[in-house]
């Protein structure tokens, strides 16, 4: 098949500077929008499911399945579930068996006048047995009754503070002074974005006897025997879920965030994606005498298409995947808050190919409106267009 030469190809980009510019940066906000949405979902999604865990279940109040903050169950129910169900995963002779605490409380580096809302975890030491994907950074783990908590990286980052430079730090947590005396790190889960302080100690803070819920890790029990536990013990009103339905739960009752996120970005996408193509067909529809010499000169109409579409295709995905390119690198890592703390933008593969993806739509519609002028013409009508 007779073709154009490659070079002539590229040489046309370089005519219409303005509207090819413009057509530029069309692709290239179009590539941002989409790839930092897709980030969005995939932060949210990852931060959700990186903390939970197959073998854990969580034993809460009955009624409160939909929320932990709102749960209560009396605080001798862990030591009678690890008399009560055996299977309880041991190490060291310690039960996987985890009392928490679960509440939202501003949180401020002390003298500040502006508050950040955080989610605040009361725990025991056996949270470390339970949730093993939490490191200590720097630091130590908090005293009972001295006034101190772990901070998690991201809820550092959070109220401006410097992971670094965290540990003796003072903030006020509630209305409670407390001392920062380790930095603990979870990456890409919830968890990176929460406070943890003693249970007791918060429990005091909030003038309560009762604690959330409890995290149990499993070994060779199931879901169906902790189940049992619950329904043996009535006047307790425990209810048990595993901990991946109940993050799966949170992640579909966030599903509407998820969908107004991608249809705001496709939206904003879709104009700046249109903008682009417009200009872009505007540049190349004004070649229709252009064209019509070069079917004079041999060349079929299909190898002038053919052409079009590469010129827009190369300038369009340039465009794309340099705007994913620059969302990754202006917003790459970037927290966003919401009720479970906190979860970061993540740019992976599938953002990159979404950003291509809308360049590669850009050039269709582009291809489409640069050829829809002439391609019904005859020969000697082109000619003769100006």
């Known amino acids: 098949m007779k073709t154009l030469p490659?070079?002539?190809?590229?040489?046309?980009?370089?005519?219409?500077?303005?509207?090819?510019?413009?057509?530029?940066?069309?692709?290239?906000?179009?590539?941002?929008?989409?790839?930092?949405?897709?980030?969005?979902?995939?932060?949210?999604?990852?931060?959700?499911?990186?903390?939970?865990?197959?073998?854990?279940?969580?034993?809460?109040?009955?009624?409160?399945?939909?929320?932990?903050?709102?749960?209560?169950?009396?605080?001798?129910?862990?030591?009678?579930?690890?008399?009560?169900?055996?299977?309880?995963?041991?190490?060291?002779?310690?039960?996987?068996?985890?009392?928490?605490?679960?509440?939202?409380?501003?949180?401020?580096?002390?003298?500040?006048?502006?508050?950040?809302?955080?989610?605040?975890?009361?725990?025991?030491?056996?949270?470390?047995?339970?949730?093993?994907?939490?490191?200590?950074?720097?630091?130590?783990?908090?005293?009972?009754?001295?006034?101190?908590?772990?901070?998690?990286?991201?809820?550092?980052?959070?109220?401006?503070?410097?992971?670094?430079?965290?540990?003796?730090?003072?903030?006020?947590?509630?209305?409670?002074?407390?001392?920062?005396?380790?930095?603990?790190?979870?990456?890409?889960?919830?968890?990176?974005?929460?406070?943890?302080?003693?249970?007791?100690?918060?429990?005091?803070?909030?003038?309560?006897?009762?604690?959330?819920?409890?995290?149990?890790?499993l070994d060779g029990s199931t879901l169906g025997d902790v189940q049992a536990f619950t329904l043996s013990r009535l006047d307790l009103e425990l209810a048990v879920l595993a901990e991946r339905d109940y993050y799966a739960s949170l992640l579909a009752f966030f599903a509407p965030v998820r969908v107004l996120v991608a249809v705001v970005a496709s939206l904003m996408a879709l104009a700046a994606a249109l903008g682009g193509a417009s200009a872009l067909a505007a540049a190349f529809s004004e070649r229709v005498r252009e064209n019509a010499v070069l079917e004079t000169l041999g060349f079929p109409r299909h190898a002038v298409v053919l052409d079009v579409l590469l010129q827009c295709t190369v300038l369009a995905i340039s465009g794309a995947a340099a705007g994913g390119v620059l969302a990754r690198t202006a917003f790459g890592g970037m927290l966003v808050e919401f009720s479970m703390g906190t979860f970061s933008l993540q740019f992976d593969a599938r953002s990159m190919l979404l950003a291509v993806g809308t360049g590669v739509a850009v050039a269709l519609v582009a291809a489409l409106l640069s050829v829809w002028r002439w391609i019904g013409l005859p020969t000697p009508e082109a000619l003769r267009t100006t």
């Open 6 to 217: 490659l070079e002539y190809s590229l040489r046309g980009l370089a005519r219409g500077r303005g509207r090819t510019l413009l057509a530029l940066l069309g692709a290239l906000v179009a590539g941002a929008l989409m790839a930092t949405a897709s980030a969005f979902l995939t932060g949210m999604e990852q931060a959700l499911g990186s903390s939970a865990s197959p073998s854990r279940v969580i034993v809460m109040g009955a009624g409160s399945e939909e929320s932990l903050e709102r749960s209560e169950i009396g605080a001798r129910v862990p030591g009678v579930l690890s008399a009560s169900v055996p299977g309880i995963r041991r190490t060291a002779g310690m039960d996987h068996v985890s009392p928490e605490t679960h509440v939202a409380l501003p949180v401020a580096p002390e003298g500040s006048s502006s508050a950040d809302n955080g989610s605040v975890r009361g725990v025991t030491h056996a949270a470390v047995l339970v949730h093993p994907e939490v490191r200590l950074e720097s630091g130590r783990w908090p005293e009972r009754g001295a006034g101190e908590v772990l901070a998690g990286r991201s809820s550092l980052r959070r109220i401006g503070v410097d992971p670094g430079q965290a540990v003796g730090m003072r903030v006020v947590l509630g209305e409670m002074p407390v001392t920062i005396v380790g930095v603990m790190h979870s990456p890409g889960s919830t968890i990176d974005g929460e406070w943890w302080m003693p249970i007791e100690d918060l429990t005091t803070l909030l003038r309560r006897d009762t604690v959330s819920c409890v995290v149990v890790d």
